[in-house]
């Protein structure tokens, strides 16, 4: 080549919950035996999660109108940016949200990369810690530097570290927004409405905007309830919102997902990023254009409620279940979930250690193992979570991958078999002590 191709930023770039997936391959090639337990994704079709029948329904009636198979308007279709817009008002009935301010994309996946890859040189979105990779590392890879990070609060059930926040956003004169992830991912909290106060608050005084990803908004357990931060940012911050169609239908291969632009007649700057974004969406020609159709048919089904209604309290037991069975281990602190489908254990400071094992019967894994977590740089809770993987199938995702400060492990709360659930969960408790007396 002329030139080198070679990106040295591409490090910056971190997606576990898919590149253990590739150790996976390995370790089947050398033991077919080993059964995978995969607790590494949040899909919940491929866990067992039956998708309602009102939903193949809708799908199979849609796809007799030859329009569902075109391109459509490339920021979305109209009629479904406009009940987006509504929807929007029957949570936070004091929003003026228009439907030009909603833009629908291919996934939020694809959102997220386009928002980050719009923001001028120099400027930085302040990242959640633990955050859901692909928006550090999507932040990180376009600045061409590490993520500028506030933390979140184990001990305060998972809550931002406001002081924490305050420092960083200070410290960083390039912060111009800051993201809150809500219901969190991998944590599984849930921001009270005095956060998400709080938070506005500070963006109002720093004159920062705020990116608040509520994909999985529907999915909240018992008395807890998820605070509208439109809402309380209406005329005061400008704000991006995100939703999407993965996680609560469930229909995460749909690939569909969208933006609302809150507030854009308070910042001059802010309304130019959010153009620049409905610009970069038009080099994609359309997003898909089945669910843009399906989008307001499902969520107004009257099938939809029950079929939440039933999901989230399967979800909802699952969580108490596994809580109950991992809150006993030794060296181990968890905090239950409140929302979304995840929960982030983590060791006690001190309790992992390097050359820490667990027993793996084939002995070409054991050896391939033994290669792997022999690099002095692998975080001590990878190291773990390979150990687990080759000597029990159980695939967790290390706390170290989300851009954590803490080690720990993710694990989802979507499987379905609750016997099968209690094994699994059980051998992973013990797991841990074995791995930790070792
Ligand atoms: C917090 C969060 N945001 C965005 C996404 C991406 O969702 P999708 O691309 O399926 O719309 C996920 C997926 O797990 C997520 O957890």
Known sequence: ??????????????????????????????????????????????????????????????????????????????????????????????????????????????????????????????????????????????????????????????????????EQIVANPSVVGILLINPNNPTGAIYSKETCEKVVALAEKYNLFIISDEIYFRLVYGDTKFPQISEIAENRVPLIVMRGLSKDVPWPGARCGWLEFHGTHLDESFFSFCEAIKKRVLMEVCSTTLPQFLLPQIYDHPDFPAWLKQYKEGLDETITEITQILEKTPGLKVHRAFGAFYMLPIFAPGVLKPGQTLPIQNTEVRTLIEKITADPSLPLDKRFAYYLLASTGICVVPASSFFSPYFGFRITTLYRDKQKRAEIYKKLSDSVQEYLNS
């Open 1 to 166: 080549m002329r030139h080198s191709l070679f990106s040295p930023h591409t490090d910056l770039m971190k997606y576990e919950i898919r590149e253990i997936v590739d150790l996976v391959s390995k370790i089947k090639t050398l033991d077919p035996t080993l059964t995978i337990f995969y607790e590494n994704i949040g899909d919940p079709v491929a866990k067992g999660w039956p998708v309602p029948s009102f939903l193949k329904e809708l799908i199979i009636e849609q796809t007799k109108d030859d329009s569902a198979f075109a391109y459509t308007n490339s920021k979305g279709r109209p009629e479904t940016t406009e009940w987006i817009a509504a929807y929007a008002k029957k949570f936070s009935p004091g929003i003026k949200l228009e439907s030009k301010d909603v833009l629908i994309t291919s996934g939020l996946g694809a959102a997220i990369s386009m928002m980050y890859e719009m923001l001028p040189k120099g400027t930085r979105v302040l990242q959640p810690s633990p955050s859901y990779p692909t928006h550090a590392s999507m932040e990180s890879f376009n600045a061409k530097s590490h993520s500028i990070s506030y933390n979140l609060d184990p001990e305060n059930s998972w809550q931002p570290d406001l002081k924490h926040m305050e």
